[in-house]
């Protein structure tokens, strides 16, 4: 099992930046995905951002504003997001896949808040 605990969400003014984190812990390995997702109020939960042994990818309505890194010595990634809009306010999740021989386990954080907002 992994568990996943994200923190830095919040409340911030449009054109500002926040910084997210999801420690892992558990049995923390053969973990080749990490991901960031968001769902914002009635509408679908979408992947914004993740990162791979080899690469990051990013939605393209955050392409240029948010970058997604891992710090492997800690278990954690983050997500830092600049120059916030309005409508990158909604619930983030942290994402990890694992794969454990023929076996691919999907686990999630619980979400934090971020809402832009002046």
């Known amino acids: 099992q992994v568990q996943l605990v994200e923190s830095g969400g919040g409340l911030v003014q449009p054109g500002g930046s926040l910084r997210l984190s999801c420690a892992a812990s558990?049995?923390?390995?053969?973990?080749?995905?990490m991901g960031w997702y968001r769902q914002a109020p009635g509408k679908q939960r979408e992947l914004v951002a993740a990162?791979?042994?080899?690469?990051?990818n990013y939605a393209d309505s955050v392409k240029g504003r948010f970058t997604i890194s891992r710090d492997n010595a800690k278990n954690t990634v983050y997500l830092q997001m600049n120059s916030l809009k309005p409508e990158d306010t909604a619930v983030y999740y942290c994402n990890v896949l694992q794969t454990l021989g023929f076996a691919l386990n999907d686990y999630w954080g619980q979400g934090t808040q971020v809402t832009v907002s002046s």
């Open positions: 558990g049995s923390i390995f053969s973990i080749n995905f």
């Open positions: 990162i791979t042994s080899g690469s990051t």
